[in-house]
């Protein structure tokens, strides 16, 4: 027989939550039993919410071992906790609040043994998985054709097939499609990868997920144990979770139904990395008689800018309709600014980028967003030229990227053939050349009257161990183009041979998002239209990115700069002031989202999550003019997320003096 005792009728808490709350929140806290979805809108104090309603089920006499708050980082977790344990000094570290995946390990040292899985397992970091997938490989004798993709490509696809409980031949054909040609051969590595894991004991952070959801589907007595011990389950950010994690919350909250979700619609903007919308619009339909609380109450922006927010997402189909309203002062129209093209664009940000520094905003209150991040390549040309501080959150800098300093470098050969650091970059590109070999084929190259020349002979092939000779010619197809003066002297037809003889199946084969990094080296291709010869293009790099580099500043420092990121990167950041540039038809929304109205509505939400990062000023802008590399100079209309606004929602700018 089991005894529970329970909070006493006279519940008198200690916290005065109507102090804190505002009503929209206060009725989701102190909400009764029973299924919830809470659509939390930008800026409406989702983690008050989350944090509030912890404190609020202590205090009515919940055990804090019975309640269990999953988050997206550990770090999420421990600050609403710790503001639980201030709020109403209890046991706040008694509650199970973590990652799903700091959860799982915690359940499967618990209970592995029931689906045969040693409790004394090892997990795996993210090198361990990629060393692993790597022997797989070359078990199966796969790494004799030359472009098999490397292990991280592999591991996006595994990862993607568990966490959307899909097929790997499925994942390939929806998601990666230029694999088709290795679908097989990555299935079998895929079998084999999780062969070696049992054997030897491994998990990879996918299968702390896969082994809790079988412990839960195929030991009922387990999942009755789990479930009836947590009478709570809370989880943030639930418009991010995917497919596996979502049943694993249904199964953990099987028992008593007591369960919150909370997070907002409006800004689920990661399928790419498998988040599942479905998990939060098909909740009330899971969940018959669920409540549905609506935080409409922004404590960010403007009234002009939420209006622009609303009337942008009003325009998706699938969505909880909700309307933010601003407890802000109001201000200024959002800005659209069109310019004539990506240079002037970047001129033009630089430029009042400094104005807002020299009315005294600080410049760690500036942010220049954009849909991808090849994006801010002419940006961050400029305000390296203008000597304005800039820190991007987006990944390295443009011309840290080893993709372009890849291209970079093999240009710098071609123009100067007793460059040694860039003849053994591009040397170690080669399957089967490494270091040693490598430096065999320079001292070749170096002793020679005619570097290019011999650099590209049979003399070359004959140090070449057997896999290195069969990857050679693609390298050398390159090699062999840019020996020719008239291709050489204008950089972007340069660099269009250098991917089109074999860079781009090199891009397929070593990166995940190789389209992503497609795309860079296509906008540096763009930008070197501006200059004469290959020769001034290099040199215009070099003294650029050797500023850049004086600028860097070291791990610890404090400094002020204004932030560059990708919108999906800001999300769940704030700033006074916000740039969003590159908004033209096929850029934002991007092409290839643009066939489905899913893709489209997702794109939106990424809109609408830039918009709403702005705290008092926005500036909306577009280049009229794009240079592609494919199509030449081409006049943009501006995104379509700019032409269904209201002309009322923004003022137009006009730019002079140029």
Not at 121 to 143: G, H, N, Q, Y
Not at 221 to 229: F, I, M, N, W, Y
Request: aromatic fraction near 10%.
């Amino acid at each position: 027989m089991k005894y529970h005792l329970k909070s006493s009728p006279h519940f008198k808490p200690s916290i005065d939550y109507a102090s804190y709350l505002n009503p929209e929140q206060m009725e989701a806290v102190t909400s009764g039993e029973g299924p919830s979805l809470v659509i939390a809108g930008a800026g409406s104090g989702k983690t008050r919410v989350v944090t509030y309603r912890v404190a609020y089920l202590m205090e009515s006499g919940i055990y804090p071992s019975r309640i269990m708050l999953l988050t997206f980082t550990n770090r999420a977790a421990r600050e609403m906790l710790h503001r639980v344990e201030l709020l109403i000094k209890g046991e706040s570290r008694r509650v199970w609040g973590g990652t799903f995946h700091h959860i799982g390990n915690i359940i499967l040292r618990q209970y592995g043994d029931t689906v045969n899985l040693n409790t004394n397992f090892t997990i795996l970091d993210s090198e361990d998985t990629k060393d692993l997938v790597d022997s797989c490989i070359a078990e199966l004798s796969l790494r004799t054709h030359s472009m098999f993709p490397k292990a991280k490509v592999l591991l996006e696809v595994i990862s993607r097939s568990t966490g959307a409980d899909r097929t790997v031949i499925d994942v390939i054909e929806k998601d990666f499609s230029y694999l088709l040609v290795f679908a097989e051969e990555i299935e079998k590595v895929g079998q084999l990868y999780v062969r070696k894991k049992r054997t030897m004991n491994l998990v990879d952070f996918d299968d702390l997920l896969l082994y809790w959801k079988k412990i839960l589907t195929d030991v009922p007595a387990v999942r009755e144990k789990l479930s009836e011990r947590f009478l709570h389950i809370l989880v943030d950010e639930y418009q991010d979770t995917n497919r596996i994690q979502a049943e694993i919350v249904d199964l953990m909250a099987s028992r008593h139904k007591n369960l919150m979700v909370v997070g907002d619609d409006a800004q689920s903007i990661y399928s790419f990395r498998g988040a599942c919308f479905d998990n939060i619009i098909n909740f009330p339909e899971r969940y018959p008689g669920a409540k549905v609380f609506k935080l409409t109450t922004n404590y960010r922006s403007t009234d002009e800018i939420l209006s622009l927010a609303n009337e942008s997402i009003a325009n998706n189909k699938r969505q909880f309709p909700k309307v933010l309203n601003s407890v802000q002062r109001a201000g200024a129209r959002p800005a659209l600014v069109p310019l004539e093209n990506r240079s002037r664009e970047a001129e033009f940000v630089s430029q009042r980028v400094l104005d807002l520094i020299d009315e005294g905003m600080p410049m760690r209150e500036i942010a220049v967003l954009y849909r991808s991040h090849y994006q801010s390549m002419d940006l961050q040309m400029e305000l390296t030229r203008r000597r304005i501080p800039y820190e991007v959150r987006s990944g390295l800098r443009f011309f840290e990227q080893a993709h372009i300093k890849d291209v970079i470098s093999y240009l710098r050969a071609a123009l100067n053939p007793m460059d040694e650091i860039s003849w053994t970059r591009i040397l170690k590109l080669v399957p089967g050349i490494g270091n040693i070999t490598a430096k065999k084929i320079w001292e070749h190259i170096s002793a020679s009257e005619t570097p290019l020349e011999t650099a590209v002979s049979d003399g070359v092939s004959k140090m070449l161990t057997k896999r290195a000779k069969a990857n050679w010619q693609k390298y050398r197809s390159s090699m062999e183009t840019l020996k020719d003066e008239t291709v050489l002297s204008r950089p972007p037809e340069a660099i269009r041979e250098i991917l089109e003889r074999g860079y781009i199946a090199y891009l397929q084969s070593s990166y995940e998002n190789y389209e992503d990094r497609l795309e860079d080296i296509e906008q540096l291709s763009n930008y070197s239209e501006h200059f004469k010869s290959t020769k001034d293009f290099l040199s215009d790099l070099a003294l650029l990115t050797n500023v850049q580099a004086e600028d860097v500043v070291e791990p610890g420092e404090e400094s002020e700069s204004i932030v560059l990121s990708t919108i999906h990167r800001a999300k769940g950041l704030e700033w006074s002031r916000v740039f969003i540039i590159g908004l033209t038809d096929g850029n934002f929304p991007s092409a290839k989202s643009m066939g489905s109205l899913e893709g489209e509505e997702e794109e939106r939400r990424v809109f609408y999550v830039a918009v709403t990062r702005a705290k008092d000023e926005l500036y909306l802008c577009y280049p009229v003019m794009d240079d592609r590399w494919r199509d030449g100079s081409i006049i943009k209309r501006p995104s379509p997320f700019i032409q269904e606004l209201p002309e009322r929602t923004y003022e137009q700018w006009e730019v002079e003096g140029y």
